[in-house]
């Protein structure tokens, strides 16, 4: 099967930097995604690494490391519009499946 | 260009009765999915299609649900006979063939009485 764990929440302060991690546990492993979702919102993507290493797209950056089935959401510069959920997904080879992780609840304090 | 649009915005049902959720995916996109979202919780995958390829219905948590994808564009999420634990947020998603970028719909807010 496949399973995900990523923190339930975390608090950081507007201008500071987080890191959201991401765990996954998966057969045939095809790369690792993060949505961004605000309240009564769509979830919205952010990032996709299909190999190792650090992608950078403005103020996020996301990290896979395949041998550690690891990766984290790195979020700079803190905005209080950054406050919101913060999802991993995996796909697999074998097809389109698509499985999230719960969800990090992240808040921004001033 | 326009995104992906879903419909009902909101849907409140009696429990017993069956729902239909329509989805309508961004123009071009050959792969589609369903998901589902409690308060406060993560994603549940229910199906995709892909182009002409067999749907993976892995997802569906009874034989109440059901889906399909006319002429691979607009999609429509069937629930027979609803429960009170059916009440979540019905998502649409697309992408263009790669399923790390999905694009999603506003949702169908489905209560269940």
């Known amino acids: 099967g496949q399973s995900l764990e990523q923190p339930s929440e975390v608090t950081a302060v507007e201008g500071a930097i987080v890191q959201i991690n991401c765990t996954y546990q998966t057969s045939g492993f095809y790369g690792l995604s993060w949505y961004q979702q605000h309240d009564g919102g769509a979830p919205t993507f952010l990032s996709y690494?299909?190999?190792?290493g650090l992608e950078e797209t403005g103020r996020f950056s996301s990290f896979l490391s395949r041998s550690d089935s690891y990766g984290y959401l790195l979020l700079q510069e803190l905005q209080m519009k950054d406050s919101a959920s913060y999802f991993c997904a995996v796909g697999n080879t074998g097809g389109f499946k698509t499985i999230f992780g719960a969800g990090t609840r992240l808040f921004v304090k001033a | 260009g326009a995104g992906v649009s879903q419909s009902p915005s909101n849907k409140v049902t009696e429990k017993g009765k069956d729902v239909e959720l329509r989805c309508d995916p961004i123009s071009g996109h050959t792969a589609l999915y369903w998901y589902r979202q409690s308060l406060g919780q993560g994603l549940e995958f229910l199906i995709y299609?892909?182009?002409?390829?067999?749907?993976?219905k892995s997802g569906l948590p009874s034989d109440r649900f059901s889906a399909e994808r006319t002429g691979g564009s607009v999609s429509t999420l069937t629930i027979q006979r609803t429960q009170q634990e059916d009440s979540a947020v019905y998502l649409c998603?697309?992408?263009?063939?790669?399923?790390?970028?999905?694009?999603f719909g506003p949702g169908t807010r489905l209560l269940v009485l």
């Open positions: 998603a697309s992408s263009p063939g790669q399923p790390e970028t999905q694009y």
């Open positions: 690494n299909g190999l190792d």
């Open positions: 299609f892909q182009g002409n390829s067999a749907p993976d």
